[in-house]
């Protein structure tokens, strides 16, 4: 009788304990640090439609700004400039849009589908001619044109702005015709990375922020700015985003001298002029 009157009393008091842990969530910390009410705080989601060239300066800005607002969760969607485009045009969901160029921005502005207001010209990067750390030597354009160079990689130019801005470094220098049979189109500026990195390529075409992230490679030459159009990177809310308010904070905090300080940390300038 008394054994069963003690396992019945156990019974009681392990019931009371489980009630009491659930009420209070074990004391879990969130992410501000404060113990939880056992209520989960709600996040709001801001997605970010951004160049791929800002895959490593993003991850690290991320990081960054959701430990000062976690209640900010940042979703990057990152691609080519054009194909994002499209993606938008399209109806994907985006709040925030950050292009490698500025046609691309331009495009969708006279489709009314951006916040013209919010519109800033965030950075601006180099175009530089890479090659495998132990590849051919290039000391000038018209080296591509010789024998040891057989594969150089750039961007569609109709959708990676670098791949534009390599045409058109190439058209002005009267070499876009003479290496037609040489030339290797990547989706994205990335993908020319790659490319160079396993050696698929002799030499690529990329942004002087890609050289940081690249292994067993080398910048053979940088591209002088008068043989193509200035490279930049305009930022906007979109017209249709869901978390406007939130897009434009991040917005400005990409532009603030924190957001600035990291983008320079990953080889890019300031958009400012």
Known sequence: ????????????ALLALLVVLAATGCGHQSGTGKPSTGVPQKQKEVIVSAAIS?????????????????????????GSSGSLQKQIEQGAPADLFISAGASQMDQLAAKGLIDTASRITLLGNELVLITPQNGPEIRDFSDLAGPAVKKIALGLPD??????????????LKLWDRLQPKLVMANNVRQVL????????????????????????????????????????????????????EARKFLNYLASPEGMQVFEEYGFKSGKK
């Open 194 to 245: 790659t490319y160079v990195e396993t050696g698929d390529v002799d030499a690529g075409f990329v942004y002087r922020s890609d050289v940081l992230a690249g292994k067993n490679i080398r910048v053979a030459l940088t591209v002088p700015d008068n043989l193509h159009k200035p490279i930049v990177y305009p930022a906007a809310v979109l017209k249709n985003a869901r978390q406007k308010d």
């Open 1 to 12: 009788m008394k054994a069963h009157f003690l396992k019945k009393l156990a019974a009681e």
């Open 54 to 78: 800002l895959k490593d300066a993003l991850e690290q800005i991320k990081k960054n700004y959701t430990e000062k607002y976690p209640e900010v969760k940042l979703t990057c969607n990152l």
């Open 159 to 172: 959708t990676v702005p670098a791949g534009k801005y390599s045409q058109e470094t190439l058209v002005n």
